[in-house]
């Protein structure tokens, strides 16, 4: 037992450092339970750098942007200029990984808060470690709407969740159906077999149908497969006129299958996740075109909403790489949780706790189109807002709501013959 | 769903049968030649697509012109692989054999992810993407061609088992090892070769593959259980039940996620399996027990 | 035999005082995933080590058990202590399924059809409406204590992880001394030897199935009950059927300790290479954790306790005068004993 007498030790004397507050440039340590390897690796890695993006302004300001928060420097004014020190941690997609990282970070690595993890089951689990040891868990990516369903106290979600997202994808049918003077008679639902998939689908077909769509098909795969012919040979039997769909990785392959079978409904409206990874368009150049996906966030909102562009552009020039719907939350959320740290002017857990209640950030200072960041007592934010892009020429345009919209919706899309 | 709609799938499930195959082949050799259950053979699949991947990306070189020297890469990798580790483990206990190819598979995939990162990656605009038009048909081209590959190296792989002297060493060392020898047979020697060979046919899979499949670090995991039924009903050493398995766990997985439920596609297929082998517990073209 | 006496003795009491002595929760909660990686590769052990039905479908069982009691909690408001109990013997009874599919298959083709099975199972718990499908099941954690088997500290769930494991042992020798350890001993190593005296093969080998899917599920509930979340991915993959041979692989097939010795390193060596490792996001910790695996299976193939008895042999030759290769021989001859046999499948045509 070696090992735990040294650790104790040195937890004793991060401890004490930690408590006496004795020196002004004090360590805030944030736990952070991302997917660093495995499957979605590549968006844990753009998450990754957006949270890493985000704890450099809080530390050190960012010239430029004065209605971000923490732009003018000098680290945590509520605590004396602490610094905020992320302890990154890879939950590998696996539940109990996730829960497991929790324990450590908040005994090991006395963070005062954690934030995580994409997944949603990963979620789960690790927040529920959280709230059994009282530690704010702040969530800003999971789009599960059970993990608000738990009466947890110490779990906040910055992001809206499926269930608002699927609502948004039915308003836009409708929205279309009166822009357009079409009729959209029949839906599919076509989703990968996991949590994200299934709840996705079963809203789907809540929400269509509640607003008089007719699903004709509900199609499910497994998320390992190799191919996607019975699945998109079944949806050609079907022939919907709006094909929702909900993959990660398979959103490539199916786009593919979709070329190479001959298949392609009038619209197909996608739930983000892999129709919204830097991969898609790279791979598929003018494929992807006209593909509309459910979003948080796109690019040309920046020009309706300058602060966006400017963040972006700074993001872009350190990492490479423009922000992700996935990664523009990230760095939100870690705003937000600063911020609460900030205002708590404590390292106490249940301080922080208190001042994420009692958030109310306004929408100029985000870089996402909503109206603010404030939450319910289940900890939802509920002034978050989706909104819809297509994919034009190989970018991402808001399309939806019409007024944030930056260009008119192409509908419907064109065959694949038609095209070039 | 018309009989049309019912013959395209067929014809898809046919030809992603043929990759099965392929991938089946080197594990049934293995198995035949050694007697080891291989879990690392869908990370040759997976160096098979990279290989491919990056000769593209560095030199702008399509994979079907860089699918030799792709097959001779794992090819060797295959034999020093055996070289390094397997042949210590050859007369190991079973779980012994599978722990270590266990580990060897998780320790593929750590530096593939290590070393290339855990991005999708694609081959965009290769010679043979877009698609086939026969009559009523459209197929993937890249699949046709894959197929078509697979059937290649399939009989090339029969010839040389059949055809060849250093073929009929191998099969005379997976029969008797021990007669083998005492015809002068170097068992060390076949067995690098089957390992060889094994990579080889699945790095020659992924080649094709990697035409038309996104290419990532944990690729192997998607092809591995279908290789694993598709060896077991084809028959364990068998290179012509392998190929024949692989095909109908192609059909049968595509007909029945097409009339059944995509959902239940692979559970279509574990059935089947498992009820051919109460019939035949040595698989189509085993030998019997 | 005195030495191991001593040892076993050792990590008992170590066992016992390890949770007044540690208090920082990451740690117990180390022990405690040590522990249940322990029981159920003890669980596996009593079929694939001691019979010598080396089954890669055992996560079925786990599952079968962590549905099974999660499901008459939420919807029948079952005690879990009951519903654990309910699950084992779901368990145990759909093992014979389980055995009537595979157990006439020899080999590898076993191996694989006990994959098939499992793979099965986990497909339709991944479409079944009523199970939760790919969605998941969540377990409450409102009310807390014995009674409900949830606890809010790490050290209940110490306690309650090494009773299961004590009792899976305690089963384990049981049937270890008993005839059925006999006849298990005889499946493994001689079966025509058995078949000619009159055992029911068969039989036999379904009885080590039934035990050890009783525990397997037995196991399953309490991750249920620790992690208060169960979905298809976590409790029915073949990852962790797998992981169930590997721990009792590691330590020695066929051993008492071998699965708790084997879990021990394991879950060391993964906890800690993640832990060093893992933020940095490069896969490192894969990379040592896999790396260490291969090396300890070509190096160690009777793994740790064989390895051990193996030494012991070794040096006990050497003691009575016999040679290197004469000790080395003996014991290679001690650690087959231990390890199943080996079915040739078959040539290649």
């Known amino acids: 037992m070696n090992i735990t007498w040294k650790f104790k030790l040195v937890a004793a004397g991060a401890a004490i450092m930690v408590m006496s507050g004795a020196q002004a440039q004090q360590e805030i340590k944030i736990g952070v339970i991302y997917p660093l390897t495995g499957p979605l690796a590549s968006s844990g890695a753009e998450m990754r750098d957006a949270l890493e993006f985000a704890a450099d302004i809080v530390n050190n300001g960012l010239k430029g942007v004065p209605e971000l928060p923490f732009s003018g420097g000098g680290g945590l004014t509520g605590l004396k200029g602490a610094k905020i020190k992320l302890v990154f941690a890879d939950h590998q997609g696996n539940p109990q990984v996730g829960a497991t990282e929790a324990e450590r970070l908040i005994s090991q690595e006395h963070v005062v808060a954690l934030m995580g993890s994409y997944n949603s089951n990963v979620t789960q689990t690790a927040s529920q470690v959280a709230e059994r040891a009282k530690i704010p868990f702040l969530n800003a990516e999971s789009s599960s709407p059970t993990l608000t369903q738990r009466s947890f106290k110490y779990f906040f979600r910055t992001t809206p969740h499926d269930e608002l997202f699927v609502k948004n994808a039915v308003e836009f049918l409708k929205d279309v159906e009166q822009a357009k003077h079409i009729k959209i008679g029949s839906v599919a639902t076509l989703a990968e077999n996991t949590l994200f998939g299934n709840e996705a689908a079963k809203l789907q077909l809540k929400y269509a149908t509640a607003a008089g769509y007719n699903v004709v098909k509900q199609v499910s795969y497994p998320a390992k497969t190799t191919q996607l012919t019975s699945e998109v040979q079944t949806l050609k039997a079907a022939n919907p006129t709006v094909l929702l769909q909900s993959s990660y990785s398979e959103a490539i392959l199916s786009m593919k299958t979709y070329k190479e079978l001959g298949y392609l409904p009038d619209m197909l409206v996608a739930n983000d996740a892999g129709f919204a990874d830097t991969e898609f368009v790279k791979t598929l150049g003018k494929d992807a075109d006209y593909v509309v996906s459910r979003e948080v966030w796109a690019l040309d909102i920046g020009d309706k909403k300058p602060i966006i562009k400017k963040v972006d552009d700074l993001f872009k020039a350190r990492y490479k790489i423009d922000f992700t719907g996935n990664s523009a939350r990230s760095f939100t959320g870690l705003m937000v949780l600063a911020d609460a740290i900030n205002r708590a002017g404590s390292t106490d857990p249940e301080a922080i706790r208190k001042a994420l209640v009692a958030t109310n950030l306004p929408a100029s200072a985000l870089i996402m189109p909503w109206k603010g960041v404030k939450f319910d007592e289940t900890g939802q934010n509920t002034l978050g807002a989706g909104i819809l892009v297509q994919i034009r020429d190989g970018k991402y345009s808001t399309v939806w709501p019409f007024d944030l919209a930056s260009r008119d919706v192409a509908w419907p899309m064109p065959k694949w013959d038609a095209r070039k | 769903m018309t009989a049309e709609l019912l013959l395209q799938t067929l014809a898809s499930g046919v030809l992603i049968g043929l990759i099965y195959a392929l991938v089946a082949i080197g594990l049934t050799m293995i198995f035949g030649v050694m007697d080891i259950v291989n879990f690392a053979h869908g990370e040759f699949l997976m160096l098979g697509m990279y290989s491919s991947f990056w000769l593209f990306a560095l030199f702008a070189l399509d994979p079907l012109v860089t699918l030799p020297l792709t097959v001779l890469m794992l090819f060797a990798f295959g034999v020093l692989l055996y070289k390094l580790v397997i042949r210590r483990i050859i007369d190991a206990p079973p779980l012994s054999q599978i722990f270590t190819t266990f580990g060897l598979m998780l320790l593929f995939r750590g530096l593939a992810q290590f070393f290339w990162k855990p991005d999708y990656r694609t081959i965009e605009n290769s010679v043979v993407s877009g698609s086939v038009h026969l009559a009523n048909f459209q197929l993937g081209r890249p699949q046709v061609v894959a197929g078509i590959g697979a059937i290649v190296v399939t009989t090339a792989v029969w010839f040389f088992l059949h055809r060849t002297k250093l073929g009929s060493a191998l099969e ?91 959902q239940y596609k692979m559970a279509i297929v574990l059935a089947l399996f498992l009820a051919v082998l109460m019939f035949r517990p040595q698989g189509l073209m085993g030998k019997a027990q | 035999m005195k030495r191991s006496t001593a040892l076993l003795g050792a990590a008992a009491v170590v066992a016992l005082v390890l949770p007044f002595v540690v208090k920082d929760a990451y740690w117990v909660n180390l022990a405690v995933l040590a522990l249940m990686a322990a029981q159920i590769g003890a669980a596996w052990n009593l079929v694939g080590g001691y019979a010598g039905q080396a089954s890669l479908g055992h996560a079925a069982f786990f599952g079968l058990g962590a549905y099974t009691s999660t499901l008459l909690l939420t919807n029948f408001g079952w005690n879990p202590w009951l519903g654990m109990v309910a699950g084992g013997l779901v368990a145990a009874v759909l093992s014979a ?189 894969t990379v040592i954790y896999a790396g260490l695996i291969v090396v300890v299976a070509v190096f160690y193939p009777s793994g740790i306790v064989g390895w051990f008895k193996e030494r012991a042999v070794r040096r006990q030759a050497r003691r009575d005068g016999a040679t290197a290769e004469e000790a080395h021989a003996a014991a290679q001859a001690a650690s087959a004993l231990a390890a199943p046999t080996h079915e040739s499948t078959g040539a290649v045509s």
């Open chain 2, 172 to 262: 005379a060392t997976a029969s008797d090892k021990e007669a083998a020898r005492l015809m002068g047979i170097d068992s060390h020697k076949m067995f690098g070769l089957a390992w060889g060979i094994g990579a080889a046919c699945a790095g020659a899979a992924g080649g094709l593959l990697s035409t038309f499949f996104p290419i990532f670090p944990e690729v192997g995991a998607n092809f591995i259980l279908i290789a694993f039924v598709v060896v077991n009903l084809g028959g364990f050493g068998s290179v012509a039940g392998a190929f024949l398995a692989g095909i109908l766990v192609g059909v049968i997985e595509v007909m029945g996620g097409l009339l059944i439920g995509p």
């Open chain 3, 97 to 285: 399924v389980f055995g009537w599919s595979c157990f006439r298959l020899k080999g590898h083709y076993f191996t694989m059809a006990t994959i098939a099975v499992a793979e099965i199972v986990q497909i339709v718990f991944t479409n079944w409406d009523y199970a939760g499908t790919a969605v998941g099941l969540s377990i409450p954690m409102e009310t807390q204590g014995l009674a409900a088997m949830v606890f809010s500290d790490k050290i209940s769930y110490y306690w309650l992880a090494l009773g299961l494991l004590a009792l899976t042992l305690l089963a384990t020798w049981a049937v270890e001394r008993s005839f059925l350890g006999f006849y298990f001993r005889a499946i493994k190593d001689e079966p025509d030897a058995a078949r000619s005296i009159g055992i029911d093969i068969a039989r036999y080998k379904q009885v080590a199935l039934c035990l050890s899917a009783f525990f397997t599920a037995i196991g399953g509930s309490l991750y249920a009950q620790k992690e208060l979340y169960i979905d298809p991915g976590s409790v029915l993959s073949t990852a962790l059927s797998i992981k169930m041979a590997l721990v009792s692989i590691l330590g020695g097939v066929g051993t008492l300790f071998g699965p708790v010795i084997g879990s021990v390193v394991l879950t060391v060596i993964e906890e800690l290479s993640r832990s060093t490792f893992g933020g940095s996001g490069r896969g490192t910790d």
